[in-house]
């Protein structure tokens, strides 16, 4: 067997989670390869919202094991904030959530740290949500980092205690930044010793005898290809790999290991924080779509930058990836326009660009567009692609024309229900 990858190909908020929940019946072990709790994954059904920003979305599906791995970190609070929201459903999560034990841990310090680095910046900030993710992948790479495996160790304070003292030697550069550890400490240290209750497991040998076995693996992403540490717009960008290699080393799999990849995008384009946005409207339009479209910061709660949807950065991440197929997510919010947008180049000092180039960050990107005829009609009661009204399948077509991969799902709703088959395609 191999490990069918499902990730984001624009900056983020996709819609990942649902799909992933959608999809789970169809696998045996769901499995996060990188990000944090700066993710935030939103499912929905039976009436109820849950949002994820660790624990893999495919939790509340019976007969179905989670794996946080390796390429993952984790905030102890955050981890336990989300397990008691999934108390009052009676999920029986330590029978069926795992999590590796090279997973690394952010500190109260890395916070802190997080907190005062931006703050520095001033106008030059990238957007962090100040979950200390980037201070912790820095540790990481710096051979600093704590892991879940520490946590069993008996020197595990003084670890603890060395890595903090290191933090606080950083923390005196920022002359006019204060700080409280001692309210964030407490709950921490708390915090790990019911992660200690959970099942660590060495996550490389777990998925490679699970692959062996014959299991049906489904790797879920976090953020967006465009957010990529490598690949995204740097520097405002994420701090891992959010790209199906990521996959390879977040999880401990062999680049011949991968199956399908699927790729979210949504039928327009959205960003949270900083950082270039060619398609962005700064206009009534764009104002309509965030508020149909509910856009806002499952994690920060920050509105989000709304445009009209970007086929080079598409096209881009399509490339980077490899997707073999496509989920269109939010058709619906787009129900109200009697003409849809697509930007299919850019005009950068009066040369044709049909691919993201190295930096847009500080270029004047003129974004050129087709018009493509609007549904303008309700999605959100659709049950069959078959009763789709043409102008959607019309879109549908056109996207996979241009990308040059299919879209077999289109999503008209929040709800796990409101999720359409493309049969023409899948057939």
């Known amino acids: 067997m191999k490990v069918d990858v499902l990730l984001g190909l624009q900056w983020g908020d996709e819609g990942k989670g649902k799909i992933v929940d959608v999809l789970t019946p169809n696998y045996d072990i769901i499995a996060r390869f990188q990000g944090g709790p700066n993710a935030g994954h939103t499912l929905e059904f039976e009436g109820i919202k849950h949002v994820l920003h660790t624990i893999p979305s495919g939790i509340f599906r019976e007969g179905v094991m989670n794996l946080v791995g ?28 795992i999590i590796s034990k090279k997973a690394h841990l952010i500190l109260p ?6 907190a005062a680095s931006e703050a520095a910046k001033g106008k030059d900030k990238i957007g962090s949500t100040l979950k200390g993710i980037g201070p912790t992948y820095m540790d990481k790479t710096g051979r600093n980092g704590l892991r879940v495996g520490d946590i069993f160790s008996p020197n595990f304070m003084d670890k603890y205690n060395a890595l903090v003292e290191k933090h606080k030697q950083m923390l005196r550069r920022y002359e006019d930044f204060e700080y409280d550890l001692s309210e964030l400490e407490g709950p921490w240290l708390a915090a790990i010793d019911s992660l200690r209750e959970l099942t660590a497991v060495d996550s490389e040998h777990y998925i490679n005898n699970a692959m062996k076995e014959g ?7 976090a953020q967006g290809t465009m957010l990529d540490i490598d690949f ?4 405002f960008v994420t701090s891992s790999n959010t790209v199906t290699a990521g996959t390879c080393t977040g999880l401990g799999v062999a680049p011949t290991k991968i199956g399908s990849v699927i790729g979210i995008f949504k039928a327009y384009c959205t960003r949270v924080g900083s950082g270039p946005f060619p398609t962005e409207l700064h206009d009534e ?16 709660g920050r509105p989000r930058r709304c445009g009209w949807i970007d086929l080079p950065a598409l096209k881009y991440a399509i490339m980077i990836n490899g997707a073999t197929e496509l ?11 009697e003409t849809i947008r697509v930007c299919t180049h850019y005009i950068i000092d009066g040369e044709k660009y049909d691919y993201f180039p ?13 018009d493509i005829k609007g549904w303008n009609c309700d999605l959100t009661k659709l049950s069959s692609y078959d009763d789709a009204p043409t102008e959607l399948k019309d879109y549908v077509r056109y996207l996979e024309q241009k990308l040059e991969v299919p879209v077999t799902t289109v999503s008209v709703g929040p709800d796990r229900t409101q999720t359409l088959a493309n049969k023409k395609v899948l057939a």
């Open 285 to 300: 339009v764009g104002e309509k779509i965030r508020k149909d479209g509910f856009e806002f910061g499952a994690t920060t």
């Open 109 to 114: 310090t890395h916070r802190i740290l997080d």
């Open 327 to 337: 989920s269109m997510m939010k058709a619906d919010v787009l129900d109200g326009f």
């Open 232 to 235: 995204g717009t740097y520097p």
């Open 358 to 370: 190295y930096d847009v960050t500080d270029m004047d990107v003129q974004p050129v567009f087709e």
């Open 215 to 221: 299991k049906k693996i489904l790797a879920e992403g």
């Open 70 to 97: 390796n390429g993952v970190v984790i905030d102890p609070v955050i981890f336990q904030g989300e397990l008691d929201k999934l108390e009052p459903y009676n999920i029986d999560y330590k029978s069926r959530l």
